[in-house]
């Protein structure tokens, strides 16, 4: 039987234990818009600097997912929350990313965030496309193109929004 | 009979100019998801931080409107440009937000962008977004209640976007 998952919070200070993700899916240039080439310290200050929070989903104390969360505009548009999501390419198919979504969808709740937006899901990535649905997200907006595909090139986009 | 309106570029030595403009119409708290109280350097950091350019639009010397042209998104999605428009209060109804479009719309084909996309155009706006409409943009998307309207509450909001 494998140990349960657990997500917790870290900071600037542990992001490198978040890296290695982040680099590893960015770098494959199908789902993220980041540079490819990203390094460790933008990555960082994107992803740790408030308000924006990030979480790692680990197993046995190894990393396997991380997310942020912050709020998608700032001022009125604030009561929205926006998170990102990555699952390291060696622990697909094991639930992370749905286990990431629900932890985030029951803090953003508490948080006070009355919904939730993904701004840029790019439309090939259709399992995740599903997985959000399955999660109570509706697609509310298609952007063509928005996205160039290391593969595929132009890629439509996604905007995704659920109410909490 | 009225002189020329003149667009020219602005950095942030110049931004004072805009502030005028950028503050009165963030104040009103019912097209922009900046907080209303937002200051002056914070304001100036947004628009006219590299890749963010800010332009003026200004008669006899005079500005009447500002806009904000940037990547939409970093790396596989900086194909793609994004404008913020405001138009001083004492200056509706005179084509400037539409003299701005025309000339964001130039600057950001010469740019190298091959789209443009508006990510929060507030639906009461309706003058506005026949304006766009008139431009070119399509609505792609409308999410529900993601702006706090100062007088009309939660307000759904449209993405709207062109290619170049």
Redesign the interface.
Known sequence: MSSPLAIREIHARGFARAWQIFRAVVAA?DT?????D?DESQARAMWTTPPSRCFVAERDGEALGIYMLRP?????????ANCGYMVSPHARGQGIASAMCEHSLALARRAGF??M?Y??VVSSNEGAVRLWQKHGFAI???????????RLGPTD?F?M?R?L
């Open positions: 240039g993220y818009s980041y540079p490819p990203i998608n505009q700032p001022g009125l548009g604030d009561h929205v009355t919904a937006q701004n840029f509310v907006g298609r952007v063509p193109g928005a996205f160039r595909h290391a986009v905007v929004h109410a």
